[in-house]
């Protein structure tokens, strides 16, 4: 299992969501934050204008996955989130050894498999 989290720009969240949703992710976390990349925090727009601080509010997305599922999430978020400006954002991949859903005590894989995955991602594919 890996966790894929993904800056992204805020603005690109329902459309990202949207996405994952289509390729089977079975759930996420979302938290705003604030960081720079290697400009820095200037040259970067942000609701039409330059920031003038060097720290630019983003969104967190957290995703926990099966090692299988790793390289379509983070195709369709670069898909998604892409504008080809600078601060379009960053995904960083690690790895994850345990995950538990606190409800049936279910651990590992069966714990994030969201049983309409494969469903939702045929229809995915025929789109
Ligand atoms: N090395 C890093 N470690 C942790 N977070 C990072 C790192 N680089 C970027 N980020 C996060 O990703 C956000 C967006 O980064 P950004 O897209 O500007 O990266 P970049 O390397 O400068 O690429 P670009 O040249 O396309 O702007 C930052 O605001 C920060 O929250
Ligand atoms: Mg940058």
Redesign the pocket.
Known sequence: MKKIEA?IRAFKLDEVKDRLWSVGVGGMTVTE???????R?HS?FYRGAEYPVD??P?L?LEIVVNDDEVERVVEAICDVARTD??????I?VTPVEEVVRIRTGERGPSAIHADVREARLQAYRRS
Request: glycine share 24%; net charge positive; hydrophobic share 30%.
């Open positions: 800056i934050a604030r960081g720079h990349g290697r400009q925090g970067e720290l630019v983003k967190a400006q600078t601060g379009d954002g960053k960083f």
